[in-house]
């Protein structure tokens, strides 16, 4: 992919425009005058600071209880975000994961649907006050706003947290508050987020090769300098009803044909290093994601072979393989592309 998206790069139609899904709007251009991006942009809905990787390194509720060890990610693009969070403490008890999840034990289905996720639309719903203490305690600099995230792809049954945040910032520090008081989190900038490719894709289908036949899917491929997130939401929605998905897991236990469309769903975050020895430079490694098989592993994300894209819809098409061996095609709409600094 990285030799074909260059393309967009050379191209001279600035306003040429195409209606997205979720009312969005995108735009070819060769860079905002001034700016050190160029590439295909589309409508900011959350500060440029917030653009990139963050990963959480604490969180306290509102009863005194923190949370340092849990494994929490959030990936921002100039409107797009996907969020992973998880206890890899509700995994230690199971060493392996078969494929087979009819093969799975009840405390291995617990653990598969423990993690938190969701991927959507981030946006600024206003400007957030700053006591006066806090200024003066903190110096320089400090942005503060709140914004709203509007999920798409849920992992769970429901959100969790549906509240919007108070976020406050400053060099490459996130503070979140709950307004509620609920929570409040501690928010590291990845390095390697701020410089290189920024791209937000959006699914639109899927091509079962086999089959013969078409499924419409939502997900998105959201990259920001060397970290990336796949997120693939399931082609059914879950059963209407209360619950965790660790309820659902373990009520369909011993039945692949119950359990397969229930973990239909995946949100995976990986890195790619700044130097790899012998290997495509567009690999990703993936670090944390919902499905425990995956990480660790090398994924073709972003490799140019596997990618058709067509520069007057500003549609992508890629090939990947399935766990089962068979070749899918995936649609994507180009929302995002554009290369140097980010921020």
């Known amino acids: 992919m990285k ?30 005058r001034g700016s050190s991006t160029r590439g295909l942009h589309s409508h900011s809905t959350v500060p440029r600071w917030l ?3 963050w990963i959480r390194k604490h969180i306290t509720y509102i009863n005194g209880q923190e949370d340092s060890t849990s494994r929490v990610v959030w990936l921002q693009t100039d409107s797009f975000y996907a969020d992973l969070r998880y206890d890899p403490e509700q995994r230690s008890g199971c060493a392996t994961f078969p494929w087979q999840r009819d093969r799975c034990t009840r405390a291995q289905l617990a653990a598969l649907g423990s993690p938190l996720a969701d991927a959507g639309v981030c946006e600024q719903t206003g400007v957030t006050p700053l006591p006066d203490e806090t200024i003066n305690q903190q110096g320089g600099l400090v942005d ?47 390095p390697g987020s701020l410089e290189g490719t920024e791209a937000t894709l959006l699914l639109r289908s899927e091509f079962d090769t086999v089959s013969g036949t078409t499924r419409s899917r939502r997900g998105c491929l959201l990259v920001v300098g060397s970290h990336a ?10 059963p209407d009803e209360s619950g965790s998905l660790s309820t659902l897991l373990e009520t369909a236990a011993g039945s692949r044909t119950e359990l ?7 949100f995976s975050y990986g890195i790619r290093p700044v130097c790899r020895e012998k290997k495509e430079p ?18 073709d994300w972003l490799i140019q072979p596997a990618w058709d894209v067509d520069l007057i819809n500003l549609v992508a098409t890629q090939r990947v393989h399935n766990e089962e061996g068979q070749m899918l095609l995936r649609t994507w709409d180009i929302v995002n592309f554009r290369t140097g600094i980010v921020r």
């Open 3 to 32: 030799n074909t998206m260059t393309l967009l790069l050379g191209l001279t139609k600035p306003n040429f425009c195409i209606n997205l899904s979720l009312n969005y709007r995108v735009r070819v251009s060769k860079g905002y």
């Open 51 to 53: 653009v990139g990787c």
């Open 144 to 190: 503060t706003v709140q914004v709203k995230w509007n999920a798409v792809i849920i992992f769970q049954p429901q959100i969790e947290y549906p509240e919007p945040g108070d976020l406050t910032h400053r060099d490459g520090v996130l503070i979140e508050n709950a307004p509620s008081g609920a929570y409040r989190e501690h928010w590291e900038r990845e």
């Open 229 to 238: 997130a796949l997120v693939l939401g399931r082609p059914e929605p879950l």
């Open 260 to 266: 397969d469309p229930l973990l239909e769903c995946e």
């Open 282 to 299: 567009n690999v990703f490694t993936i670090r944390w994601s919902t499905n425990p098989n995956f990480e660790g592993q090398d994924c």
